[in-house]
């Protein structure tokens, strides 16, 4: 005999016991579940980075470290900046390090610096590799020894969907443009489009735009990112950009990565990091041109990023972990994260002519850019460390109240480079290119 | 007359269902959009308008997002710390919850205040030091770390939603208990607790739900063994549009399911505490 009760008992016990049975195998599981693909007993490398974290990308920069290095097992690790720099702060200062490859953009490392084991040894073992000697020289990180193994490197370029070439000035060459020229052709495409702008900026909270600032527009009208910071020549750029932003969409201020805007066919031209273009002409790249940025005055200004992996002091795996970083820098390796990441090698490396026909496009507007005869290349702030977000936010901030706000230029640029000043002395590091360089003078605003 | 009356009642029915209807589209519509999306083609994403019916099923994007590296582990320790915390954070707290809101002590009300100090503090501020002390203690890395600190975290709230459970349940009932011959400890298991069930259902699910939606604390205090938040929510901006819905997808609907399974005991509040 069944009676209500009893069923409802009995659903309840089956509930009961459906929960305990799902649990179990979570609850036994000692500490947890691994989440990053590789086994993290002993033997396994723990690779934090804040490169590649974007899932499609993490899990092709996954598979190319298992295909290059496969008798250590690497546990890649991409994390935010944020975490990034906690993590490593933490576990060197308890002496209870468990990460044992840092990667980062140059800027991620460079806090760190005394926190880094010194790499002379490998970089050394490393000659034949040939880095770059401006590279290797940031790879100091200001000090006398290396801290840092070259990764990758990247930079900047137009991706423009053929279809905004037919607004093209006469006489304008959509490879060898001047800042002037880009802004005829932006106006005429404009008003051809029925006065909607076809050029878009990565203005979104997670943008680049003020790497736009830093490494192209000021160092091509004033051939200096800071002491030129308020000089007439600066005036001038400032004052193109506001006539140049009459011409963006405005839906760049909410733009992070522009291949989405560019897929989606919101915007027809753009500016933005290689990595976050390349989506843009992957599927149909017959529609699309990549070219270099256009030169200033001062000539074609460019930013150069570089990315680089150090081993934390006391790191549980260095042996290991100087492996992968041997593994990481062949050329064969560095060409797979190039067709895979369209991140470009930092070794001596002839590009293959098989590239996919995106990257190949990247290639050669980067090859371009780097190769011209007026070339002015500029980094991202050098030494500034964990303040590397508030440098940035001077520029983001005159950027919005020249363009956004319409404040007046002379002015806004007066007040900005006190703020920026306040922030170098009490850094008080040399200035970084393309500013002169000299060692032990502080790096001011003029 | 009558025929008034029926009309002015059946206009409120109409009412009423209205309500309803537009109370349920206004938390259904966000589930059913992000749902939506998280199974649609990537390229129907780019399209404009975008569709608002399903013309372009496809689980491509959705089942690529399931295979990445981490995120079944990651779901694993999700449900993990989540247990833990609840059970944990109910195993202090129900008692503590009981001691606000029957006993009278010096100090209560600046204590029930403080109980809630632990939400003002960020935990940016105190990253660093949260990892060594875990790092020291050799619980870094595991799902028990974070679950220590979601319980801290949890419970303030659970102390304060259980002691204005158990300030409802009458004192008279206890007190009846024991006079028919049960010890404090039964009466309390057999009387206040039943009664208490729905408040303390509802701070169970605010519990798992503060643990599963927790995202800072959990990158900070692990590295292999991430919280699918911590695994995922951190990157998904950086990445394409695709992956953020199936990402936003997959995180929304096992705290769905939770919030299903713990519904029933929600529903007796009404049948026990309106009484």
């Given at each position: 005999m069944i009676d209500a009760s009893s069923i409802h008992l009995n659903r309840r016990t089956l509930l009961g016991l459906g929960l305990t049975a799902a649990a179990a195998p979570a609850l036994s599981a000692c500490g947890g579940a691994s989440t990053t693909g590789a086994d993290t007993g002993s033997g396994a490398v723990s690779f934090l980075s804040t490169q590649f974290t974007p899932i499609?990308?993490?899990?092709?920069?996954?598979?190319?470290?298992?295909?290059r290095v496969p008798d250590v097992p690497v546990a890649y690790n991409p994390v935010e900046a944020g975490v990034f720099a906690s993590t490593l702060t933490s576990q060197v200062d308890a002496k209870k390090v468990q990460v044992s490859l840092a990667g980062g953009v140059h800027g991620d490392l460079a806090p760190y610096a005394n926190r880094f084991e010194d790499l002379d040894d490998v970089m050394g073992a490393l000659g034949d590799r040939g880095f770059p000697d401006e590279i290797a020289t940031l790879a100091k990180l200001g000090g006398g020894s290396t801290k840092y193994i070259p990764w990758m490197q990247a930079s900047y370029v137009l991706a423009v969907n053929k279809k905004a070439l037919q607004w093209l000035p006469p006489g304008a060459d959509v490879q060898r443009l001047t800042y002037d020229q880009f802004l005829d052709w932006m106006t005429r495409a404009r008003q051809g489009n029925g006065g909607r702008p076809v050029l878009g900026l990565p203005c979104g909270p997670k943008g680049l735009y003020h790497r736009f600032f830093q490494g192209y527009l000021l160092p091509s009208f004033t051939g200096a990112q800071v002491t030129g910071f308020r000089g007439p020549e600066a005036a001038t750029a400032w004052q193109y950009m506001k006539d140049l932003w009459a011409?963006?969409?405005?839906?760049?201020t909410n733009y992070d990565y522009m291949q989405e805007p560019l897929q989606r066919g919101e915007v027809l031209v753009a500016w933005d990091h290689v990595a976050r273009l390349v989506g843009a002409p992957k599927d149909k790249?017959?529609?699309?041109?990549?070219?270099?940025?256009?030169?200033?005055?001062?000539?074609?200004?460019?930013?150069?990023?570089?990315?680089?992996?150090?081993?934390?002091?006391?790191?549980?795996?260095?042996?290991?972990?100087?492996?992968?970083?041997?593994?990481l820098t062949a050329v064969q390796t560095q060409l797979d994260v190039l067709r895979q990441n369209a991140f470009f090698p930092v070794v001596t490396a002839a590009l293959p002519p098989d590239l996919p026909p995106a990257i190949k496009l990247e290639a050669d507007a980067v090859a371009r850019q780097q190769g011209a005869s007026d070339a002015v290349v500029a980094l991202p702030p050098i030494g500034v460390g964990s303040r590397d977000g508030e440098v940035s936010q001077v520029f983001k901030n005159t950027f919005k109240e020249i363009c956004l706000d319409n404040r007046p230029v002379q002015p806004t640029l007066d007040t900005q480079a006190r703020q920026l000043n306040s922030i170098l002395d009490e850094l008080k590091v040399p200035c970084w290119r393309p500013d002169p360089v000299e060692a032990g003078q502080t790096c001011r605003v003029r | 007359m009558t025929a008034t009356v029926r009309g002015r009642r059946r206009r409120r029915v109409v009412l009423l269902q209205a309500t309803c209807a537009l109370v349920t589209l206004f938390m259904a519509l966000p589930i059913y959009l992000i749902a939506l999306a998280a199974l649609s083609s990537r390229e129907s994403l780019n399209r404009f308008p975008l569709p608002l019916l399903p013309t372009d099923v496809s689980t491509e994007t959705f089942r690529a997002f399931l295979s990445a590296t981490g995120v079944i582990g990651g779901f694993q320790n999700s449900v993990e710390v989540g247990v833990i915390t609840l059970l944990l954070s109910l195993a202090v707290g129900v008692p503590a919850g009981y001691a606000v809101a029957r006993y009278a002590f010096r100090g209560r009300d600046p204590y029930q205040l403080f109980l809630l100090l632990t939400r003002a503090l960020p935990i940016v501020v105190l990253s660093v030091p949260l990892a060594s002390v875990f790092l020291t203690t050799d619980l870094y890395d595991t799902t028990y770390a974070v679950a220590l600190l979601h319980t801290a975290l949890a419970l303030p709230t659970t102390v304060l939603i259980t002691s204005a459970v158990f300030v409802a349940v009458p004192v008279e009932h206890e007190e009846a208990a024991v006079v028919f011959g049960a010890t404090p400890l039964r009466a309390f298991l057999r009387v206040?607790?039943?009664?208490?069930?729905?408040?303390?259902?509802?701070?169970?699910?605010?519990?798992f739900v503060t643990?599963?939606?927790?995202?800072?604390?959990?990158?900070?205090?692990?590295l292999n063994r991430r919280t699918l938040p911590a695994q995922v929510l951190l990157t998904l901006p950086d990445s394409p549009l695709a992956y953020r819905f199936a990402g936003g997808f997959a995180l929304v609907l096992p705290a769905l399911v939770f919030i299903a399974i713990m519904r029933r005991y929600l529903l007796n509040m009404w049948s026990t505490t309106i009484r």
């Amino acid at each position: 005999m069944i009676d209500a009760s009893s069923i409802h008992l009995n659903r309840r016990t089956l509930l009961g016991l459906g929960l305990t049975a799902a649990a179990a195998p979570a609850l036994s599981a000692c500490g947890g579940a691994s989440t990053t693909g590789a086994d993290t007993g002993s033997g396994a490398v723990s690779f934090l980075s804040t490169q590649f974290t974007p899932i499609e990308e993490r899990q092709r920069f996954e598979a190319i470290l298992k295909d290059r290095v496969p008798d250590v097992p690497v546990a890649y690790n991409p994390v935010e900046a944020g975490v990034f720099a906690s993590t490593l702060t933490s576990q060197v200062d308890a002496k209870k390090v468990q990460v044992s490859l840092a990667g980062g953009v140059h800027g991620d490392l460079a806090p760190y610096a005394n926190r880094f084991e010194d790499l002379d040894d490998v970089m050394g073992a490393l000659g034949d590799r040939g880095f770059p000697d401006e590279i290797a020289t940031l790879a100091k990180l200001g000090g006398g020894s290396t801290k840092y193994i070259p990764w990758m490197q990247a930079s900047y370029v137009l991706a423009v969907n053929k279809k905004a070439l037919q607004w093209l000035p006469p006489g304008a060459d959509v490879q060898r443009l001047t800042y002037d020229q880009f802004l005829d052709w932006m106006t005429r495409a404009r008003q051809g489009n029925g006065g909607r702008p076809v050029l878009g900026l990565p203005c979104g909270p997670k943008g680049l735009y003020h790497r736009f600032f830093q490494g192209y527009l000021l160092p091509s009208f004033t051939g200096a990112q800071v002491t030129g910071f308020r000089g007439p020549e600066a005036a001038t750029a400032w004052q193109y950009m506001k006539d140049l932003w009459a011409n963006t969409a405005t839906a760049s201020t909410n733009y992070d990565y522009m291949q989405e805007p560019l897929q989606r066919g919101e915007v027809l031209v753009a500016w933005d990091h290689v990595a976050r273009l390349v989506g843009a002409p992957k599927d149909k790249p017959d529609e699309w041109v990549m070219a270099p940025a256009p030169r200033g005055p001062k000539g074609l200004g460019y930013m150069l990023i570089i990315a680089g992996i150090a081993i934390p002091r006391g790191a549980p795996e260095e042996a290991r972990a100087k492996e992968v970083l041997t593994a990481l820098t062949a050329v064969q390796t560095q060409l797979d994260v190039l067709r895979q990441n369209a991140f470009f090698p930092v070794v001596t490396a002839a590009l293959p002519p098989d590239l996919p026909p995106a990257i190949k496009l990247e290639a050669d507007a980067v090859a371009r850019q780097q190769g011209a005869s007026d070339a002015v290349v500029a980094l991202p702030p050098i030494g500034v460390g964990s303040r590397d977000g508030e440098v940035s936010q001077v520029f983001k901030n005159t950027f919005k109240e020249i363009c956004l706000d319409n404040r007046p230029v002379q002015p806004t640029l007066d007040t900005q480079a006190r703020q920026l000043n306040s922030i170098l002395d009490e850094l008080k590091v040399p200035c970084w290119r393309p500013d002169p360089v000299e060692a032990g003078q502080t790096c001011r605003v003029r | 007359m009558t025929a008034t009356v029926r009309g002015r009642r059946r206009r409120r029915v109409v009412l009423l269902q209205a309500t309803c209807a537009l109370v349920t589209l206004f938390m259904a519509l966000p589930i059913y959009l992000i749902a939506l999306a998280a199974l649609s083609s990537r390229e129907s994403l780019n399209r404009f308008p975008l569709p608002l019916l399903p013309t372009d099923v496809s689980t491509e994007t959705f089942r690529a997002f399931l295979s990445a590296t981490g995120v079944i582990g990651g779901f694993q320790n999700s449900v993990e710390v989540g247990v833990i915390t609840l059970l944990l954070s109910l195993a202090v707290g129900v008692p503590a919850g009981y001691a606000v809101a029957r006993y009278a002590f010096r100090g209560r009300d600046p204590y029930q205040l403080f109980l809630l100090l632990t939400r003002a503090l960020p935990i940016v501020v105190l990253s660093v030091p949260l990892a060594s002390v875990f790092l020291t203690t050799d619980l870094y890395d595991t799902t028990y770390a974070v679950a220590l600190l979601h319980t801290a975290l949890a419970l303030p709230t659970t102390v304060l939603i259980t002691s204005a459970v158990f300030v409802a349940v009458p004192v008279e009932h206890e007190e009846a208990a024991v006079v028919f011959g049960a010890t404090p400890l039964r009466a309390f298991l057999r009387v206040v607790l039943p009664q208490a069930l729905p408040g303390i259902a509802a701070a169970a699910i605010f519990t798992f739900v503060t643990s599963w939606n927790e995202v800072l604390g959990a990158a900070i205090l692990t590295l292999n063994r991430r919280t699918l938040p911590a695994q995922v929510l951190l990157t998904l901006p950086d990445s394409p549009l695709a992956y953020r819905f199936a990402g936003g997808f997959a995180l929304v609907l096992p705290a769905l399911v939770f919030i299903a399974i713990m519904r029933r005991y929600l529903l007796n509040m009404w049948s026990t505490t309106i009484r």
